[in-house]
């Protein structure tokens, strides 16, 4: 089992519109989750840190961490074209990040 | 702009030939890694520096090595390259090994022949 996956996407969604990606992981000890933003061609840069379970906000964006499930999502409302991107969930291991494998987003007006 | 620089962006070289991914950041941070992304495999650490001076091997090393002489540089060399060598390069750095804030240069696209 990998000690994170990631739904693969593609998702395309209508402007306006709610999205939830997800991202599930083997290892209940993980305490610190992060999502990271990749537009094409870029490298990845930072969008939430969460630590332990609950929920973060930061405008459009939720970071939510159910420890119980070993899952965890992005929300983002009101979805801009200027969303479209692929989404990287992390895992901080202490020593290492464990990243996802992406979910890319197309967010069309 | 602060930052890390990658070069080069982009680059095609024959099977076997010897390349550097060179890697610069001007943040001061103390440890610094190496990425590759290949589809539907995200992104696998290379190899890693926690500070000037040491490296350590990270998830996929067979063929790459690195050199950390200094806080701001942190080349990345293949000695003889190989098509499954094949992938989207990125450096990246931290304040430090512990922090999971990493901050990714914009890559080195890298295509063997």
């Known amino acids: 089992q990998k000690e994170v996956e990631q739904d693969p996407g593609p998702l395309s969604v209508p402007e306006g519109a709610i999205v939830s990606l997800n991202c599930t992981y083997s290892?209940?000890?993980?305490?610190?989750f992060m999502w990271y933003r990749q537009y094409s061609r870029k490298g990845p840069e930072l969008l939430m840190y969460t630590y332990s379970s609950g929920n973060k906000e930061d405008g459009r964006f939720t970071a939510q961490v159910d420890k119980s499930s070993k899952y965890i999502s992005l929300f983002i409302r009101d979805s801009q074209p200027s969303d479209s991107a692929t989404y990287l969930c992390a895992i901080d291991n202490t020593d290492k990040l464990i990243f996802g494998t992406g979910t890319r987003l197309q967010v069309f007006p | 702009i602060a930052g890390i620089t990658q070069a080069p962006t982009s680059q095609i070289l024959a099977a076997g030939r010897r390349m550097t991914l060179r890697c610069t950041q001007d943040?001061?941070?103390?440890?610094m890694y190496w990425y590759r992304q290949d589809l539907g495999l995200g992104l696998r650490l290379i190899h890693y520096s926690n500070t000037a001076g040491t490296t350590g091997k990270g998830e996929v090393p067979d063929g790459y090595s690195v050199s950390r002489a200094n806080t701001d540089d942190f080349p990345l060399t293949l000695a003889s390259a190989v098509p499954s060598q094949t992938s989207v390069y990125f450096c990246?750095?931290?304040?430090?090994?512990?922090?999971?804030?990493?901050?990714f240069g914009e890559g080195s696209r890298l295509t063997v022949l």
């Open positions: 990246a750095s931290s304040e430090s090994r512990n922090t999971g804030e990493l901050f």
């Open positions: 290892n209940s000890a993980f305490q610190y």
């Open positions: 943040m001061r941070h103390n440890a």
